[in-house]
């Protein structure tokens, strides 16, 4: 790898949403990032609950870029072995809810005692603390709370949750690998790991600060669906085509919004005035006729190379083959599964798409050796059960 995380090493309790994801950005950017997974999950499905048992591993992208290492945590053996790996971590991202670590004797208290300098990772909904912390929830849950959802809809209409890019992704997995970058950097000037309390409702809530700052100067209505930047102004909309496809307007300056117009061959003097809003709705209603006498690609050919601000909506299967993607290589295809390349770019340490998602465990052998266990030690983990693989196991 030749990443600018090269050299950094990351122990990844394996999870689902979030925290993988930002194991992902670090490994994607060099770190060798090691996935411990229960022994007994490598063993029955993969990991995987029964009804995901037929999906084949390899393709979950998510879990690129890293080796796994499948570990007995129920037993003294198996938890010294993950303090033993602690030891030579710089960093230790688990997602589960709190007290789960610190019941499997694997707290920070305790790795911290072996490991001063490492970075201790918690990715969680709610946080560490508060009186939601020990509650269960899902990113619609975290983002509704944290008053990102019910922006998500036009006027009138109720939220639409939007995936789970915000909580989980945005502002989870996201905000996790900054959090973890920076408690590096802190380390390594000062010798001293340190917790990171990573919460979806903290970094979602900080993903709205745009918009309160809005609200303070009198610029935001906290109505969702009538303001210039969420559907309620006509130059920033999606706008259906004459073949069902749909064409997004962002033209929220003035000689945007020009260019807009006269690419649709309107003339502003037989417009009303943009910025009154009594007149968006009849606005609204001029564009979406216009727009529905051409076809999704008719339009992107007339707008997208514009300063229009208007692009088609393409779908996850579309967007891999846009001419402009594919120039910046924006999406790889590795072993069949296409992805999205690592990214930021950087000129002179580029980050690599690492090695295809592990089965849980296929590395134990290769990554207790390699993080400084003597053979003999790996070969009576192995034999004992308290470190393995897929079956059967290869050494």
């Known amino acids: 790898m030749t990443g600018p995380l090269t050299g950094v090493r990351v122990l990844e309790m394996a999870g689902l949403g979030p925290a993988p994801f930002g194991a992902m950005l670090l490994a994607d950017m060099g770190a060798d990032v090691v996935r411990v997974d229960r022994l007994t999950r490598a063993t029955t499905g993969g990991?995987?609950?029964?009804?995901?048992?037929?999906?084949?591993?390899?393709?979950?992208?998510?879990?690129?870029?890293?080796?796994?290492?499948?570990?007995?945590?129920?037993?003294?053996?198996?938890?010294?072995?993950?303090?033993?790996?602690?030891?030579?971590?710089?960093?230790?991202?688990?997602?589960?809810?709190?007290?789960?670590?610190?019941?499997?004797?694997?707290?920070?208290?305790?790795?911290?005692?072996?490991?001063p300098r490492l970075v201790y990772a918690r990715m969680t909904g709610w946080g560490q603390q508060g009186p939601l912390a020990h509650t269960a929830g899902h990113d619609i849950t975290y983002i509704a709370l944290a008053g990102a959802l019910n922006n998500f809809r036009r006027h009138g209409e109720r939220p639409v949750p939007p995936l789970s890019l915000v909580g989980d992704f945005g502002g989870g997995g996201m905000l996790l690998a900054f959090g973890v970058v920076c408690a590096l950097l802190e380390a390594r000037a000062h010798g001293r790991g340190q917790v990171v309390d990573a919460a979806m409702v903290d970094g979602t809530a900080l993903l709205t600060t745009l918009f309160h700052g809005l609200l303070a100067q009198g610029r935001w209505r906290?109505?969702?669906?009538?303001?210039?930047?969420?559907?309620?102004?006509?130059?920033?909309?999606?706008?259906?085509?004459?073949?069902?496809?749909?064409?997004?307007?962002?033209?929220?300056?003035?000689?945007?919004?020009?260019?807009?117009?006269?690419?649709?061959?309107?003339?502003?003097?037989?417009?009303?005035?943009?910025?009154?809003?009594a007149h968006w709705p009849a606005l609204k209603e001029r564009f979406a006729a216009v727009f529905r006498t051409r076809t999704r690609d008719e339009w992107a050919g007339l707008l997208l190379a514009t300063d229009s601000c208007a692009a088609p909506v393409l779908s996850l299967t579309e967007a891999p083959r846009h001419p402009h993607l594919q120039a910046r290589g924006t999406f790889v295809e590795r072993d069949g599964v296409v992805q999205p390349a690592p990214a930021p770019r950087f000129s002179r340490t580029p980050a690599e798409l690492g090695a295809v998602p592990p089965l849980p465990g296929e590395q134990t052998g290769d990554v207790l050796a390699s993080w400084g266990f003597a053979p003999d030690e790996v070969t009576k983990l192995l034999d004992t059960g308290v470190a393995g693989g897929p079956a059967p196991y290869s050494r």
């Not at 129920?74 to 030891?87: F, I």
């Not at 020009?258 to 943009?274: F, V």
Request: glycine letters at 12%.
């Open 47 to 115: 990991g995987y609950e029964k009804s995901r048992q037929a999906a084949d591993p390899r393709g979950y992208a998510m879990n690129r870029g890293r080796r796994s290492v499948a570990l007995d945590l129920k037993s003294p053996a198996g938890t010294e072995t993950l303090l033993r790996l602690a030891q030579s971590a710089d960093a230790l991202i688990e997602g589960f809810r709190p007290g789960v670590m610190e019941r499997l004797g694997l707290g920070p208290d305790v790795c911290l005692a072996r490991n």
């Open 222 to 277: 906290d109505e969702p669906g009538t303001n210039f930047a969420d559907t309620g102004a006509p130059y920033y909309e999606v706008y259906e085509t004459a073949d069902g496809g749909y064409i997004a307007v962002g033209a929220l300056e003035g000689p945007f919004y020009d260019e807009l117009i006269h690419r649709l061959g309107l003339s502003a003097a037989d417009l009303p005035p943009r910025d009154d809003q």
